[in-house]
Each structure stands twice: as structure tokens, then as C-alpha cells.
């Protein structure tokens, strides 16, 4: 059997080699780096830096008529450690399968990213520069914080500077599937140096859906007074996300402005003291970067976040500013250094820079994160 199987296996792979219109091609990142956070569970905290490593496999096979037949496999891993991310999935970051028709669109099927994450990440601080950027808590997904499981996803084809798309994620429960099911869409418009997109996610049961999302207080915005520092499971009932952005590119510069509004549905904790509640994140960005060399790019940026827990009227505010300069020491090999301001404001009362530490929270009202690291593309 295992025999058949590696004589099969050689035998397609000859076949794919001796037909051009097939390829295949492994592919990758590889991300470490230093941290240091200022005040982190009340003391400073340096460490390696966790980011986005990852490897994959794509390939396409040209059915003719511009059709072609495609696919995806891949896997997000700590560097420093070895596991992998996304809940300990072998293709966590990505798994599909599909058509693609020059004409028509692409349809794929598997574990994919929704239309938020694929049209207004690009235009945030945290979808460009780095994941340390997130608006508080990445309550908006727009750091890819979660995937689609059992979706679907159509894409069109661009077609006068528009392009649309539609994604649609089959619950895994018996019966209709709408407990656990998700739908998205998304438009964007590209012209010359301008571009904008607006984009819809709608999530029932994410805790469990979408399970690799921060469901956990001391990685979410602040509910209630304490609950930035309480460790407590959060299950709401559904996640609608929302927004639009926009960028344009003036020569050496390129300005971008993103907005997007979270709503978590029947939110409650008795841990913490939060009864059912419906809770509102609003999120305003805006960044630019310059190219001051062919080699050498600076950028910069600001978001301002507000909250609203409809049951308590806690309001809690965010504001949060970003450096960075990255310097390409070839086209593979990129060295970056980087840092996050977080302020707590209104009713919250504590700051924290997603993934600045395993201690979470900072004491006081402000946290600051700076890192030094390296990517390098294969």
C-alpha cells in the first residue's frame, strides 16, 4: 500500500514537471525579532519578539479558456519555539481549493479569510506594518486574528477599477447550521494611486466558530473596570464587523484612513461583572509612509478606538500612535524596527499592545512596545 502510494505520488509529480501549465511552489516567512515592553502586568518585560512565520504551498494548473484550477496550504509557526499558531493547526493560516475563471471570478472552498481581513486590512497599520499595531484587542480582525472554516468564497474579477466579493461559512452543528455559521462581503475600487473598499463580517457563535479569536478578557477591550486584569472566558452570541478605508499613493507618499465598528452580541461574564450585554468597539486609523530610499521606508500612524457596553454604559477610549522604518537589505531580506504607544482613556484603565507580552495589561494607564526584528521571504 504505502509502496503503491509513493509510486503514484512520483509518477504525478513527473506529470506535473512535463506539463508548463502546472505549477507548484513552496513559499514562506520567517519573522524574529526583540521586544521590550515598558509596563507589563506593572514591570518591564524584553523577550523574542513572536510574528508572522509562516510556510505554504500554492499551485495552479491551466484548464485552458482562462480557467485554471488552484490551491493553498498554509502554516503559521512561532520561530522561536517551533509550534504552530492557529489553535495548533497543521495549514491554520490557510487551506483551499478552487477554479478560477479569467472571465467569471475565482470560487474556492476550505478555511479562508473573510472580505474585512481581504479588503480593509491593507489599509490599516496592523494589515501592512506589523501586528503589534492592532486596534485594542484586535476586536476587528483586521490583524487576521481568525479564519473561516468550512467557507466558501467568491471573488470577482476587476472590472473598471471595481471588484466584489462574497464569503459564506457552513456551521458545523446539526441541523441548519446557523449557530455557528459567518457571512461576508466586501467592494473595493482601485484607480491609478487611489483605492477604497468597504467590507461586512457577521460571526454567530464566534467563541467557537472562530475560536482562535482573543475570547478572553485580559486580550479583549476593557468591559468593565477590571476586567483588563481578570482572566475570564467571553462568549457572545454573534460578532458584526463593518467598515470602510482608503489610500492613496503621491509619489514617495502614501496616506491611508481605515474606519470599522465591532458589535459583540449578549455579552456576559459573571466573573467580571458584566450581565448580558450588547458591546460596540468603534475604531478610526489613519497612517503614511514615505519611501525616502528605494531601500528604506518610514511610516507612521494614529487610532483612536471608543466602547460602549450598552448594559452598564461603560465607555472605554483607546488612543494609540505607531512608528516604524523598514530597511530592505535585498528583496528577501527586510530589517525593521518599530514601537507602539497605547493610552487608556475614559472608563478604561488599563493599556495593552496586542501581542507585547505574555503578562498582558499594563498597571497604569500606558503602554509602550519596541521592537527590533527581521523578515526574510523565501
Same mark, same amino acid.
Given at each position: 500500500?504505502?509502496? =503503491?502510494?509513493?509510486?503514484?505520488?512520483?509518477?504525478?509529480?513527473?506529470?506535473?514537471?512535463?506539463?508548463? $501549465?502546472? @505549477?507548484?511552489?513552496?513559499?514562506?516567512?520567517?519573522?524574529?525579532?526583540?521586544?521590550?515592553?515598558?509596563?507589563?502586568?506593572?514591570?518591564?518585560?524584553?523577550?523574542?519578539?513572536?510574528?508572522?512565520?509562516?510556510?505554504?504551498?500554492?499551485?495552479? $494548473?491551466?484548464?485552458?479558456?482562462?480557467?485554471?484550477?488552484?490551491?493553498?496550504? $498554509?502554516?503559521?509557526?512561532?520561530?522561536?519555539?517551533?509550534?504552530?499558531?492557529?489553535?495548533?493547526?497543521?495549514?491554520?493560516?490557510?487551506?483551499?481549493?478552487?477554479?478560477?475563471?479569467?472571465?467569471?471570478?475565482?470560487?474556492?472552498?476550505?478555511?479562508?479569510?473573510?472580505?474585512?481581513?481581504?479588503?480593509?486590512?491593507?489599509?490599516?497599520?496592523?494589515?501592512? =506594518? %506589523?501586528? /503589534?499595531?492592532?486596534?485594542?484587542?484586535?476586536?476587528?480582525?483586521?490583524? /487576521?486574528?481568525?479564519?473561516?472554516?468550512?467557507?466558501?468564497?467568491?471573488?470577482?474579477?476587476?472590472?473598471?477599477?471595481?471588484?466584489?466579493?462574497?464569503?459564506?461559512?457552513?456551521?458545523?452543528?446539526?441541523?441548519?447550521?446557523?449557530?455557528?455559521?459567518?457571512?461576508?462581503?466586501?467592494?473595493?475600487?482601485?484607480?491609478?494611486?487611489?483605492?477604497?473598499?468597504?467590507? /461586512?463580517?457577521?460571526?454567530?457563535?464566534?467563541?467557537?466558530?472562530?475560536?482562535?479569536?482573543?475570547?478572553?478578557?485580559?486580550?479583549?477591550?476593557?468591559?468593565?473596570? @477590571?476586567?483588563?486584569?481578570?482572566?475570564?472566558?467571553?462568549?457572545?452570541?454573534?460578532?458584526?464587523?463593518?467598515?470602510?478605508?482608503?489610500?492613496?499613493?503621491?509619489?514617495?507618499?502614501?496616506?491611508?484612513?481605515?474606519?470599522?465598528?465591532?458589535?459583540?452580541?449578549?455579552?456576559?461574564?459573571?466573573?467580571?461583572?458584566?450581565?448580558?450585554?450588547?458591546?460596540?468597539?468603534?475604531?478610526? $486609523?489613519?497612517?503614511?509612509?514615505?519611501?525616502? @530610499?528605494? %531601500? =528604506?521606508?518610514?511610516?507612521?500612524?494614529?487610532?483612536?478606538? @471608543?466602547?460602549?457596553?450598552?448594559?452598564?454604559?461603560?465607555?472605554?477610549?483607546?488612543?494609540?500612535?505607531?512608528?516604524?522604518?523598514?530597511?530592505?537589505?535585498?528583496?528577501?531580506?527586510?530589517?525593521?524596527?518599530?514601537?507602539?504607544?497605547?493610552?487608556?482613556?475614559?472608563?478604561?484603565? %488599563?493599556? /495593552?499592545?496586542?501581542?507585547?507580552?505574555?503578562?498582558?495589561?499594563?498597571?497604569?494607564?500606558?503602554?509602550?512596545?519596541?521592537?527590533?526584528?527581521?523578515?526574510?521571504?523565501?
Amino acid at each position: 500500500m504505502n509502496t =503503491w502510494l509513493m509510486g503514484a505520488g512520483l509518477a504525478i509529480a513527473c506529470m506535473g514537471a512535463a506539463q508548463a $501549465e502546472s @505549477t507548484t511552489t513552496l513559499y514562506g516567512l520567517l519573522y524574529t525579532g526583540l521586544r521590550h515592553v515598558n509596563d507589563s502586568g506593572g514591570n518591564s518585560v524584553t523577550g523574542l519578539a513572536t510574528g508572522p512565520s509562516r510556510w505554504g504551498i500554492k499551485g495552479t $494548473e491551466s484548464l485552458g479558456n482562462g480557467r485554471s484550477a488552484l490551491f493553498v496550504l $498554509e502554516s503559521g509557526f512561532d520561530l522561536s519555539s517551533g509550534s504552530s499558531f492557529q489553535g495548533r493547526r497543521l495549514f491554520g493560516r490557510q487551506a483551499f481549493v478552487g477554479v478560477s475563471d479569467a472571465a467569471v471570478g475565482r470560487l474556492t472552498a476550505g478555511r479562508q479569510y473573510d472580505m474585512v481581513a481581504d479588503f480593509l486590512a491593507p489599509y490599516a497599520a496592523t494589515g501592512k =506594518w %506589523n501586528g /503589534y499595531m492592532a486596534h485594542i484587542g484586535d476586536n476587528d480582525n483586521l490583524n /487576521y486574528q481568525f479564519r473561516l472554516n468550512n467557507s466558501i468564497k467568491y471573488v470577482s474579477p476587476e472590472i473598471a477599477g471595481f471588484q466584489a466579493g462574497a464569503v459564506y461559512a457552513m456551521g458545523e452543528s446539526a441541523g441548519s447550521g446557523k449557530p455557528n455559521s459567518a457571512s461576508s462581503a466586501g467592494l473595493r475600487y482601485r484607480q491609478g494611486g487611489f483605492s477604497a473598499a468597504a467590507g /461586512y463580517l457577521r460571526v454567530n457563535n464566534p467563541a467557537t466558530s472562530v475560536s482562535e479569536g482573543n475570547w478572553n478578557t485580559i486580550l479583549f477591550p476593557a468591559v468593565t473596570p @477590571t476586567s483588563a486584569m481578570t482572566p475570564a472566558a467571553l462568549r457572545p452570541d454573534a460578532m458584526t464587523t463593518y467598515g470602510i478605508g482608503a489610500d492613496y499613493q503621491a509619489d514617495k507618499l502614501k496616506y491611508a484612513v481605515v474606519y470599522t465598528q465591532t458589535r459583540f452580541d449578549a455579552l456576559a461574564s459573571t466573573a467580571i461583572g458584566l450581565p448580558v450585554s450588547d458591546v460596540r468597539f468603534r475604531n478610526l $486609523e489613519a497612517n503614511v509612509s514615505f519611501d525616502a @530610499t528605494r %531601500n =528604506w521606508m518610514l511610516g507612521a500612524g494614529y487610532a483612536y478606538t @471608543t466602547g460602549d457596553v450598552a448594559a452598564t454604559r461603560f465607555r472605554p477610549k483607546y488612543h494609540q500612535v505607531h512608528l516604524m522604518t523598514n530597511y530592505s537589505l535585498s528583496k528577501r531580506t527586510i530589517l525593521q524596527l518599530a514601537t507602539t504607544h497605547q493610552r487608556a482613556a475614559g472608563d478604561a484603565r %488599563n493599556a /495593552y499592545v496586542l501581542y507585547s507580552s505574555d503578562s498582558g495589561a499594563s498597571q497604569g494607564k500606558s503602554q509602550t512596545a519596541l521592537l527590533a526584528g527581521m523578515f526574510h521571504f523565501f
